[in-house]
């Protein structure tokens, strides 16, 4: 069965098995923490908690493009989190700004595509795939990405 997001994971990797693994696991571990912030049912469970940490202490810092690439990704990871944390806190500000702000800054975590397109294939490759995946997460329905307002009404 194909999946969408991890054929344009790979291609915008060119290829790089540990960069799309790298990837992956960093989407499952936002995932499953989304899950147990938001209390989504079934993700808040032992076996959910037990591969997050695994995939966090265990794969991530094994994997040899994160560990090639460990002074340019950790600190773009902290910020992501600290920018998701936000988001979380922003949420349900009464101010509108504010709140387009959290929905802006929960997807920090693509940027970490994007920085590891770029440090597989320079500068260019990487301004071509910042395009593409605002384009897909935003608008794919391969993606399942929301709008604001769909964000906006989740309570």
């Known amino acids: 069965m194909k999946n969408p997001e991890i ?19 960093l989407g499952e571990v936002s995932q499953i923490a989304d ?4 209390g989504d049912k079934p993700g808040c ?17 094994n994997n040899p493009f994160f560990e090639k690439y460990r002074a340019w990704l950790a600190p773009l990871l902290a910020s992501a989190l600290l920018q998701w944390d936000a988001s979380n806190g ?7 700004d504010t709140r387009i702000y959290g929905f802006v800054y929960r997807c ?16 260019e490759h990487a301004r071509n795939v910042e395009r593409e995946v605002h384009e897909f997460y935003r608008y794919s329905a391969d993606a399942d990405g929301e709008t604001f307002e769909q964000w906006e009404a989740i309570t």
């Open 35 to 38: 899950d147990f912030v938001d």
């Open 108 to 123: 920090a975590l693509e940027k970490v595509i994007v920085t590891t397109a770029y440090l597989i294939a320079g500068f």
């Open 90 to 96: 922003w949420h349900r500000d009464p101010r509108r």
């Open 45 to 61: 469970d032992s076996a959910a908690m037990s591969r997050l940490l695994l995939l966090a202490l265990v794969n991530l810092p």
């Open 7 to 25: 054929e344009n994971l790979y291609r915008w990797c060119q290829g790089d098995e540990a960069a799309v693994r790298m990837l992956v696991s």
